[in-house]
């Protein structure tokens, strides 16, 4: 692991466009930590405030954070305006990305002598490509991954194990999906006839453009006709589903459990939080952020923030959760306003004292 120090990794900051100052002894750091994990030799971060209590006990040499910030006594400081930006600068620099091991075309991977296969390209023992499927240059196929007949894999992608890309699919350039996934399964399609579902056959396939990283467990429709199509440089979590015919545009951030009825049509730049759902056939607007839990039922403009089931605009949700949060209290004056009145009715309806026989 390289070793650097805090004004080095000062200057490679600057040279990424995140201007950075050292404040404190310029140490040597070896790699990036938790403030709560970090040990000497160590560089750690803080971006969120509800942090800043726990520097007091950190074993880190250095921090990394914004310019106001105190910082213990004995912790050097590197000031940037963007710690998070930052921080990840440093651990491409200190870590580096995952290295892959290298079998070159394994010859227990199951190639089909129709299959194209690109330069350089690393397929694991038991790996398979399938009839007239084609894999670019420097692509790596890890065990148990399947690629389809006549699926098209770009250059430099990554499948991880027991990924499965179904027949006709095509995947850009670049394109990292982890373990588990399934891309261009059949979409749920089935005709509603004589009281029994009828299978429509899903003869469209699923389209993944360039630079998409896809987590874990996360299943891709294959449209019915047509495509289903994730846009460039989109992110998805883990256990993300998508529907048959749905078209998510480019710079998207799923997180985890996530799932999209079919035919939705969804912008640019849109992050739906952890389980976010919707229903089928509707229009998420460019840089539309939706949070957690929340429940899609129809169209939602663009820029716009949304949280809750249904989903509304955050500010509305925030006031309905308020109204929700006082409903014990109103509940007991009402109870208590209700015996009141029926009070004032006993006394009301109670005949007068000494009126007539």
Not at 75 to 86: I, M
Not at 107 to 127: F, K
Not at 274 to 300: F, P, Y
């Amino acid at each position: 692991m390289p070793e650097l120090k805090l004004s080095q990794l000062c200057e490679i900051l600057g040279q990424h466009g995140l201007p950075a100052r050292l404040d404190g002894e310029d140490r040597a750091v070896s790699a990036v930590n938790t403030i709560e994990d970090a040990v000497a030799g160590e560089i750690t971060f803080l971006s969120n405030p509800k942090y800043e209590k726990a520097l007091a006990g950190t074993k880190a040499s250095a921090v990394l954070l914004k310019d106001g910030v105190a910082v213990p006594a004995g912790l050097s400081a590197v000031r940037c305006e963007d710690p998070y930006a930052s921080v990840t600068a440093a651990i491409v620099f200190l870590h580096g990305y995952r290295k892959h091991p290298q079998w070159g075309v394994s010859e227990r991977a199951n190639v089909d002598p129709t299959a194209t296969i690109g330069e350089g390209a690393n397929l694991a023992p038991g790996s398979t490509v399938s009839v007239g499927a084609v894999i670019g240059d420097h692509c790596t196929l890890y065990p148990g991954s399947f690629v389809g007949d006549r699926a098209r894999i770009g250059d430099d992608c990554v499948l991880y194990p027991n990924v499965v890309v179904y027949d006709d699919c095509v995947l850009g350039d670049r394109v990292t999906i982890h373990a588990g996934t399934v891309v261009g399964q059949d979409g749920l399609g089935y005709a509603p006839v004589s009281g029994k579902w009828v299978k429509i056959p899903q003869v469209g396939r699923t389209e993944i453009a360039d630079d998409v990283e896809i987590g874990a467990n996360c299943a891709i429709d294959r449209a019915t006709l047509g495509r289903t199509e994730i846009g460039p440089g989109t992110k998805f979590g883990n256990a993300v589903v998508i529907g048959h015919g749905t078209k998510v545009g480019p710079d998207c951030l799923f997180v985890g459990q996530v799932g999209l009825a079919g035919s939705v049509t969804v912008g640019r730049h849109v992050t739906l939080a952890g389980q976010v759902g919707s229903a089928g056939h509707l229009t998420i607007g460019d840089e539309a952020r939706v949070g957690a839990q929340a429940g899609i039922k129809g169209d939602l403009e663009a820029g716009g923030e949304y949280l809750g089931s249904p989903a509304v605009p955050i500010d509305d949700a925030k006031r309905a959760l308020l109204a929700v949060n006082k409903l014990p209290d109103w509940i007991k004056r009402v109870r208590a306003l209700e015996r009141e009145l029926a009070s004032l009715r006993e006394r009301l309806e109670a005949p007068a004292d000494g009126g007539e026989d």
